[in-house]
């Protein structure tokens, strides 16, 4: 496992907090971007193609290629399927019914997701203390969803809705994990997924009427979804350079970090409050995220 030397420590631990940062803003930019009727698929093209060209950017300073053999195309379709098409559609229709806090804690429940994924398909072993924190973050989702639990009085169909992207990131990690990504790094993964979500989506998003203008990216919420495209493949390509520097359970921590800045990022830039019950399920969240991270002994990724 990559330890960071002492020196390093305040470089990393500065890196990890503006990652937790740049990623906990995307809920709130997510929730401007939907504020006035832009829907899933259009939004979801956009994200795709702007990551790709950015994607294709960073793959051409460090002179890598997209490498176009079976195996690969699987696993970016498998990737833009799962990690992108699916949850955000979801993500997407969610945001218009439920805060962008809560939208951020519930996002925290993918670590918990994996647990019994991985579970289900081998690639781990049982374990009481993992167990507590899956449970200690269903009570969390419980506290939310259920009727007077908080002041929100929140929608019980789309708290589930708004789950669903956490379970398939889940997936997606564990997919990887078994399957592996036929020799590509992560930035020719997500370049190829970008680049395959977008050439699918275009269809699907002109066909079903809800196509975005190019002069969208002049209005406030165009600007959101750009920021928010932007902000994510730089964040995610930050992560992956974390891993390869400090290891992969130095650069996990960054979970906490996402859903503190998202619950404080959708505070400062629109304005939520939340009650007793709401800042309750976090905590457990919390809890159950650190009951169920990675001991030091996981293997990492490749850098």
């Not at 809705?161 to 379970?167: A, E, M, P």
């Not at 979804?225 to 390869?244: E, P, R, T």
């Not at 992969?248 to 009650?275: I, N, P, R």
Request: charged share 5%.
């Amino acid at each position: 496992m990559t330890v960071p030397a002492r020196s390093d420590v305040v470089l990393l631990t500065g890196v990890l907090i503006l990652l937790g940062a740049g990623w906990g803003m995307t809920q709130p930019l997510t929730k401007i971007a939907v504020s006035t009727g832009y829907q899933h698929f259009g939004l979801i093209f956009w994200q795709l193609l702007i990551g790709a060209v950015l994607m294709a950017a960073i793959c051409a300073i460090r002179g890598t290629r997209l490498p176009r053999g079976r195996r690969q195309i699987a696993i970016c379709l498998m990737v833009a399927a799962i990690g992108t098409m699916i949850p955000n559609s979801t993500a997407y229709q969610a945001a218009v019914h439920l805060p962008s806090g809560i939208l951020s804690i519930l996002l925290s429940m993918v670590p918990m997701w994996a647990f019994p994924i991985a579970l289900l398909m081998g690639l781990d072993r049982f374990s009481w203390r993992r167990f507590l924190g899956l449970s200690l973050g269903l009570c969390g989702v419980l506290l939310i969803a259920m009727p007077g639990a908080s002041a929100l009085n929140l929608a019980v169909f789309w708290v589930g809705v708004g789950l669903i992207s956490g379970i398939c990131y889940g997936l997606e990690g564990n997919l990887v994990a078994k399957f592996g990504t036929a020799g590509m790094d992560p930035f020719q993964v997500l370049y190829g997924a970008s680049l395959m979500g977008a050439v699918i989506m275009l269809p699907v998003t002109v066909l079903s009427g809800q196509w975005i203008p190019v002069d969208a990216a002049q209005t406030y919420e165009g600007q959101a979804l750009i920021l928010g495209s932007i902000i994510h493949v730089v964040v995610y390509a930050g992560y992956v350079w974390m891993v390869g520097r400090a290891g992969s359970v130095f650069a996990v921590q960054v979970s906490y970090l996402v859903t503190g800045f998202g619950v404080l990022w959708a505070k400062l830039l629109l304005g939520e409050a939340y009650s007793a019950g709401i800042w309750a399920a976090l905590l457990l969240m919390f809890a159950g995220m650190y009951l169920v991270q990675p001991r030091p002994k996981a293997a990492l990724a490749p850098a």
